[in-house]
T-cell receptor, first 115, second 115 residues
């Protein structure tokens, strides 16, 4: 798990707060992802960045705003969240290949609680 | 479209016995299949993947999985379970030519290995 790091590991925020989640990958990959993992629900892909360009936004509410300043860093900016947004937010990275064989490697996640 | 089903929410097995965690998939093209494991308060760890070639894939920690095209399955197996194998297991599929680099995950199966 040291290949992909996430901070903070735990976050409690009120519905009016603004906070940011940070992800950093040390694997030299060219793609990064945000996933949401809620209890009793499948892993949900939120955003995909290929070569720093956002290529996928999976109908995510605008209160979640991603930022990818370079291929090693990914942020998820949060504002005016709802209690149902409480979940484990996972970051992943991969080296995109033409053959599609690449493996995604995950960080440890940020456990978010919205009060 | 691509999808994955893990029909069992939980699998219970005694330590030392063989274990199987089931996964079936649906893709319109050729599947790339993955297994990940998640321990409490951790991210997903990659176990193994099937890309092409031998239908029996060997991975980390003694796990293996068998690709069966006719049954569209990719079941995870281990000959002798350990208590430390207790965790949440996710199957994932990528249909590269129809879904790019996006993975679709199953709902997860909790494996409980009892001493």
């Amino acid at each position: 798990e040291t290949g992909v790091t996430q901070t903070p590991r735990h976050l409690v925020m009120g519905m009016t707060n603004k906070k940011s989640l940070k992800c950093e990958q040390h694997l030299g990959h060219n793609a990064m992802y945000w996933y949401k993992q809620s209890a009793k629900k499948p892993l949900e892909l939120m955003f995909v960045y290929n070569f720093k360009e956002q290529t996928e936004n999976n109908s995510v509410p605008s209160r979640f705003s991603p930022e990818c300043p370079n291929s090693s860093h990914l942020f998820l900016h949060l504002h005016t969240l709802q209690p149902e947004d409480s979940a484990l937010y996972l970051c992943a990275s991969s080296q995109v290949q033409r053959t599609g064989e690449e493996t995604q490697y995950f960080g440890p996640g940020t456990r978010l609680l919205v009060l | 479209a691509q999808s994955v089903a893990q029909p069992e929410d939980q699998v219970n097995v005694a330590e030392g016995n063989p274990l199987t965690v089931k996964c079936t998939y649906s893709v319109s093209g050729n599947p790339y299949l993955f297994w990940y494991v998640q321990y409490p308060n951790r991210g997903l760890q990659f176990l193994l993947k099937y890309i092409t070639g031998d239908n029996l894939v060997k991975g980390s920690y003694g796990f293996e999985a068998e690709f069966n095209k006719s049954q569209t399955s990719f079941h995870l197996k281990k000959p002798s379970a350990l208590v430390s194998d207790s965790a949440l297991y996710f199957c994932a599929v990528r249909d590269y030519y129809n879904a790019g680099n996006m993975l679709t995950f199953g709902g997860g199966t909790r494996l409980m290995v009892k001493p």
